[in-house]
Nanobody, 119 residues
């Protein structure tokens, strides 16, 4: 069982920055990948960014050039640096990890952190 703790959300104005953290209870290198999702009430959850155990990253088109996902292996923490924030970035952001093992894939979720961007 892996526990994830999200933090770093808050309220900022348009153009501001926030850094979200996802702290894992296990070595993040033992996980196949960690992703950040976001969700607005009434809308589908959206994959924002992800990083694999090998260090490859991917981003949603809507955040490319503004958001950066990174990790600190020693702290077992993945970060999402969000710059040039827009009101449409307002959502609950949640980190997710997956672990592939013989017999199945396991998914773990953080509790979510609210990001609010005002115009």
């Amino acid at each position: 069982q892996v526990q994830l703790v999200d933090s770093g959300g808050g309220k900022v104005q348009t153009g501001g920055s926030l850094r979200l953290s996802c702290a894992a209870s296990a070595s993040i290198l033992s996980l196949n990948g960690i992703n950040w999702y976001r969700q607005v009430p009434g809308k589908n959850r959206e994959l924002v960014a992800g990083i694999t155990s090998g260090g490859s990253t991917n981003y949603a088109d809507s955040v490319k050039g503004r958001f950066t996902i990174s990790r600190d292996n020693a702290k077992n923490t993945v970060y999402l640096q969000m710059n040039s924030l827009k009101p449409e970035d307002t959502a609950v952001y949640t980190c997710n990890a997956h672990l592939v093992r013989i017999g199945g894939t396991y998914y773990y979720w953080g509790q979510g952190t609210q990001v609010t961007v005002s115009s």
